[in-house]
């Protein structure tokens, strides 16, 4: 017995020196488990005579309490030397350049917005923004257009119920500003609106636009004129050239459009101008007496202006682009040209 347990300490020892930490678990229960080589002597002990026992007992202690040891400091130098290959592993060399992360850049449309912002800030205007979802009475009724007027027809929007609506202009901004603030007023009203349109190379049922306002004694066509040509040339470049036409809007009277110059085709006609030479840029006009008054400002002593202008419009004319849909299609080959 006494040669059986040197034997299982030497068997061991050999054993534990070439296992890995894995291996060390299931050498650890094949010499000390309860099934162990270690056991099934220690279980034979009932054998031996009473003077062989307790020294066999005593040299069962030391193999156990050796090969404990074995264990404990192959443990200790295999976790060393598996830190070591870690750390090799994760070295950070900090001369290595670090990985460049590909930074974006500013839509096309809102460079163009803040180059408008800052245009009309010089201006002395204001910026004012309100709620995408609106109700009827700021979209249609409180700029003249009653139920049923012929004129929602060509702003046809998406409905939420009878009331409630994604807004079809920022116009209602306006209102919603004559109601809370007395003139003078000087404002622009940017941001999403919403229309049932087909989509094409001038068209979205989504788009932005910019719209102004102006209240005040005195205001004029002329102001209204004179601000709008400020706006193109220093937008686009003081040979711009633009026209005002006729037209009839509910909210302003007398009502007009204006166009510009195709950016294209220099006037002589073309595809984006469908051969007119002209592209309708925006439309504008004095403000309608009845909504000054139902704002609460007395049209017999002050007078205003607005307007409303396409964002992609006017990007579209700042950067030569043919097609309003490459804004939306967040293709990085037409982004990366801005």
Same mark, same amino acid.
């Given at each position: ?14 054993? *534990?020196?070439?296992?890995? @930490? ?5 050498? &650890? $229960? %094949?010499? =000390? #488990? +309860? !099934? ?50 870690? *750390?090799?592993?994760?070295? @950070? ?5 670090? &990985? $460049? %992360?590909? =930074? #974006? +850049? !500013? ?232």
């Amino acid at each position: 017995m006494r040669e059986a347990l040197n034997s299982i300490k030497e068997n061991a020892r050999n054993e *534990l020196a070439a296992g890995d @930490l894995k291996a060390l678990e299931a050498l &650890k $229960v %094949k010499y =000390l #488990g +309860k !099934k162990g080589e270690l056991t099934s002597i220690l279980k034979q002990m009932g054998k031996l005579s009473a003077e062989e026992r307790p020294v066999i007992g005593q040299l069962a202690n030391e193999v156990r309490e050796d090969i404990e040891q074995f264990i404990k400091d192959r443990q200790s130098q295999l976790k060393s030397v598996q830190l070591e290959e870690q *750390l090799k592993s994760e070295t @950070l060399d900090v001369t290595v350049p670090g &990985k $460049v %992360k590909p =930074l #974006g +850049k !500013k839509h096309p449309m809102y460079t163009v917005l803040d180059e408008v912002k800052e245009i009309f800030l010089g201006m002395g205007f204001d910026v004012a923004e309100g709620p995408e979802v609106e109700t009827d009475y700021y979209c249609f009724e409180a700029l003249n257009m009653p139920k049923n007027h012929p004129a929602r027809d060509t702003q046809d929007t998406f409905y939420i119920d009878e009331n409630v609506l994604l807004r079809t202009q920022t116009s209602s901004v306006q209102i919603r500003h004559m109601e809370k603030h007395s003139p003078p007023i000087r404002i622009i009203s940017p941001g999403r609106i919403y229309r049932s349109d087909e989509v094409d190379a001038t068209h979205s049922p989504l788009f932005h636009q910019i719209e102004g306002l102006v209240v005040d004694k005195g205001i004029t066509m002329g102001d209204l004129k004179g601000t709008l040509e400020i706006l193109a040339k220093r937008l686009y470049e003081d040979a711009a050239r633009v026209r005002f036409r006729p037209h009839h809007f509910p909210y302003t009277e007398p009502s007009a459009e204006m166009d510009i110059q195709c950016f294209v085709c220099g006037g002589e006609g073309c595809g984006l101008c469908k051969g007119e030479g002209w592209i309708e840029l925006l439309g504008c006009g004095m403000v309608h007496p009845k909504v000054l008054s139902t704002c609460g400002i007395d049209p017999e002593v002050y007078s205003g202006f607005a307007f409303g202008v396409g964002l992609e419009r006017l990007t579209m004319g700042r950067y030569g682009i043919n097609d309003l849909r490459l804004f939306f299609e967040n293709d990085l080959r037409f982004l990366r040209q801005f």
